[in-house]
């Protein structure tokens, strides 16, 4: 019988979803086990090649675990929402619902084709209000929480008004926008309104000013990683800094238990390193700087309280209040014009870009310790969010204050005097190299502070900031609070309506909040967000209902908010509704979460370190101190997949022709490369008719040859349309079948790595599949398994491939799985092995990896189950150990021949045969060996 991969694929695939294959219930008498994939946003231009890479790693191991007995759960949907489907609205008028599904439904089509385990029975949406009804009630859940410090969880907002009606602010210690000091009769005596301004300053989901990424052409605010170099990577249009109040959250407030939860979870050591960069926990002291003839100051936050004394000058971060403050009126041009240039850089350029920029204030401040009158200047090397925005210069021991002194010509004083201050002597780590003729210091003048060590000079500055009530010892943090609010239509909106210009949460049993339907996807034209044009978009605190915005009287019927939720608020919790994605009544519920727990498996790109990672990770937290969530970290263990890469090909056209010449030849002439799209070659060679075709301006080609073939060049770049090397995974299971591209880009390389897509070698793992299918039939479709024992070699083949793929599988190292599998094949057919007991075996560890031909081989040894619910094979050692061992025979370290030897054969009876054994004489000439060197199991060397 002939592999017939388009049938037999087909088959299995309406086969599974019959059966249900794939539908997973919770299970006490089986261990969980949660495997996940970020998933992914379904864009119209749908699935290439590189998108699967991870998915295909993660069904495998899915399959794995569910034959080593466990139940698997292994879910897949979409997060939907998003801006390229906004845009494409306002460019064609076409509702995004209407694209979004039309995409959807296109990526399950060939998500379907390469066969998947995916439980699609639990598929979500983010655009679904069924699902997004979660994401708002826990937005209101975090508007309605404060986080406190000495518990360390988020706490009812109830608990701190009825603290604040009792004792005020006395004794507080909660997360907070702004340390604020008021009585308890103080708070009674405020106004609904001021009191809902003061709660706004320690919730959770909080509304405050932020600088933001402002994309004035699309109209809405801009994550960092939707900006590239200065404009927005949708469009290519300008990005500018900017103050606006938006929705936020206190990620802050989670700082330390998202640092502390990193050693909790398997995740890579760089990714790991990466958060805590992010994190940035440092401990150090708050001071406050009085500005020189004025009643102005400030207050800034240093590690290294003790390089007081190196202060030559202070810095400012652009978007600081105090820029206004401290600028003359001679320098205000010049202040203007820099903040102008700043605003088109976000604050990930301004932290990569080690350039120097800035502009003198005008003012001085004076240092308390000394009460000297240094400079202030502003450069975008500082930023606002981090520490107080503003920092002391001590460019003798720092690398960015030493090389923006140098730039601007200010003074770099060392702490030690005697110091060769020169940039030769500066390391960027340490400091100055100290040259002090004093004893104590020996290698860096920061290593001492009047004989002090740097630990023993920051505990005494420390102490004497408290002791003259300079400032604070303090712990601070990098992390940035996320910004929760987007100017766009599509995208979940927020159950929110305002009363006296405040916001107030929606009744919790309305929900969900549904987007209403809108006339334009643009902004209104007087500013607002595309929401803006919406006509029934109006809050009933009556019947709580939304009404027509004409019947707002701001008495009982209020305006909505305008607003719609980020990207990331949909897949910050996606995992815990995969649990239990039908549930009206909860989020998950409780006992199922307590069986499904967390995911034991993620797998997604490293893009997503510092963005979603570190949201869905402060999400769960929540979720966990509200006891929603049974477990505090979403995600035990993470695989981050590389990137498949694009692999161009080029032709080569003649200067003012339309002559095409072959890559060997085209140094012969002037010749312009074009890319030329991948799917008209083959193993480099171009299918000139189809060239001729593909576009009308080669229709008239005419090409030079090589042997009668058109060689193209090529070249490793990212994949993408621009280039013509997008490779539609629709056409390689056409032309291969899915179980041949699941193997290959297995094949490519180790998971983790970003490799090139190379079509060369698919034929060989497409030819794997034919010799592995023709173990069970001949070429005259003979039937060929027979019931018969196994040979010692055959065993011996099998359980090598059992060990080396169990071992890989738990290791990701699936491309080397796969080059064990054509070993095994191979060894077999030469073995003429047709023995059910060796090849039943085979098929289950190959399943993962072949889904599709395996259950029709499993079928055929007469099963009526899936494979899937088979018994993962445990190797035997018995079968590995060597009976014989083949040594290499050399002469003065040169190779000869080799002889066969039983393993547990003794030195010197090898030595003796080798002398014997006539080959030798021819070597030796008749000398006597002066030694005989035997390396057990490897070589026997005669050294004459």
Known sequence: MEYNFREIEKKWQKQWVENKTYQVTEDESKQKFYVLNMFPYPSGAGLHVGHPLGYIASDIYARYK????????????????????????????????????????????????????????????????????????????????????????????????????????????????????????????????????????????????????????????????????????????PVVQ???????????????????????????????????????????????????????????????ADTMFGVTFMVLAPESELVVQVTTPGQQAEVDAYLDRTKKRTERERIADRSVSGV?????????????????????????????????????????????????????????????????SFDAKEGIVCNSPRPDVTAYCDLSLNGLTIKEAIAATKKYVKEHNLGRVKVNFRLR?????????????????????????????????????????LPTETGEPPLGHATKWAWDTVNKCVVDNEKIDNMTVFPLELNTMPGFAGSSAYYLRYMDPRNNKALVDREIDQYWRNVDLYVGGTEHATGHLIYSRFWNKFLYDLGISVMEEPFQKLVNQGMIQGRSNFVYRIKDTNTFVSLNLKDQYEVTPIHVDVNIVSNDILDQEAFKAWRPEYETAEFILEDGKYICGWAVEKMSKSMFNVVNPDMIVEKYGADTLRMYEMFLGPVEQSKPWDTNGIDGVHRFIRKFWS?????????????????????????????????????????????????????LFNLKCSKKEILEQLIIVLAPFAPHVCEELWATLGHTTSVCDAQWPAYNEEYLKEDTINYTISFNGKARFNMEFAADAASDAIQTAVLADERSQKWTEGKTPKKVIVVPKKIVNVVI
């Open 481 to 521: 609070d996320a910004i929760f609010s987007r100017q766009r239509y599509w995208g979940e909106p927020f159950p929110v309506y305002y009363k006296d210009g405040m916001p107030y949460m929606i009744d919790e049993n309305s929900l969900p909040l549904e987007l209403p339907e809108v006339a334009k996807f």
């Open 775 to 827: 173990l069970f039939y001949s070429r005259t479709d003979e039937y060929l398994i027979k019931d018969e024992p196994a040979t010692k070699e055959e065993l011996k083949s099998l359980h090598k491939l059992i060990k080396k793929v169990t071992g890989d599988i738990e290791q990701f190292s699936y491309n080397t799985s796969v080059s064990a599998f054509m070993i095994c094949v191979n060894e």
């Open 242 to 304: 900017k103050k606006m109040r938006q929705w936020c959250l206190r990620v802050s407030a989670y700082a330390q238990r998202l640092l502390d939860g990193l050693d909790k979870i398997d995740w890579t050591e760089s990714l790991k390193e990466t958060q805590k960069n992010w994190i940035g926990r440092s401990e150090g002291a708050e001071i406050q700087f009085k500005v020189k003839d004025s009643d102005l100051e400030f207050t800034i936050f240093t590690t290294r």
């Open 66 to 237: 569910r034959l080593q007995g466990f139940n698997v759960l292994n879910p897949m949907g979409y997060d939907a929402y998003g801006l390229p489907a906004e845009q494409y609205a306002i460019q064609t008028g076409q509702h995004p619902a209407i694209t979004t599904v039309n995409n959807i439904n296109r990526y399950r089509e060939q998500l379907d084709k390469i066969g998947f385990s995916f439980d699609w029975n639990r598929e979500i949406r983010t655009c679904d209000p069924e699902y997004y009804h979660w994401t708002q009630w826990a937005f209101q859940k975090m508007f309605n929480s404060y986080y406190c410090n000495d518990e360390q969880q988020a706490r009812p907002i109830g608990e701190l008004i009825s603290a604040f009606k009792t004792t005020g602010t006395e004794g507080m210690n909660v997360a907070c926008s702004e340390e604020l000091n008021f009585t308890a009769n103080e708070w009674k005596a405020k106004s609904e309104k001021e009191q809902q301004e003061i709660l706004m300053n320690y919730r959770i989901a909080y509304l405050g000013e932020t600088m933001v990424n402002w994309c004035p052409a699309l109209g809405t605010v801009l994550a960092n990683d939707e900006v590239v170099d200065g404009v927005s990577e949708r469009g290519g249009y």
């Open 360 to 424: 003198f204030s005008g003012s001085y401040a004076i240092n308390p310790f000394t009460g000297e009158a240094v400079p202030i200047w502003i450069s975008d090397y500082v930023l606002a969010g981090y520490g107080t925005g503003a920092i002391m210069a001590v460019p003798a021991h720092d690398s960015r204050d030493y090389a923006f002194a140098k730039h601007f010509g200010l003074e770099i004083r060392p702490l030690v005097e005697g110091c060769d201050v020169s940039e030769e």
